[in-house]
């Protein structure tokens, strides 16, 4: 669930901000899991394009404490297979409906 309020409302200023911070801490957590001897994701499932990506910063967020990293990946494919068939069907739209007024009878199908 998406948190209705954010610590920092203006996102990439705070980043231009702190950049330096946000650099060493990463820095630090790569570390820490480098001499922990670089343990696996838990059980994460890697991404199907970026697995050497996927399973690197899988471990790391887990061996730092957060686990779950792509948790919700094919929820999140999913997702964007329904947008691709909404995208699909407007351009469908377009050029069945040649730029007059359509009723939902009409998109509904579609």
Known sequence: MVADVFRHPDLRSWVRSNWSELVRAVLILAKAWIVAGRPGAGGASPSRSFE???KVIGGILHHA?????LGNLEESYEESTQEERGIKACECLVESCECREVGVNELYPL
């Not at 404490?65 to 990293?69: C, E, M, T």
């Open 52 to 54: 050497s990506w996927s």
């Open 65 to 69: 404490g957060i686990p779950g990293f």
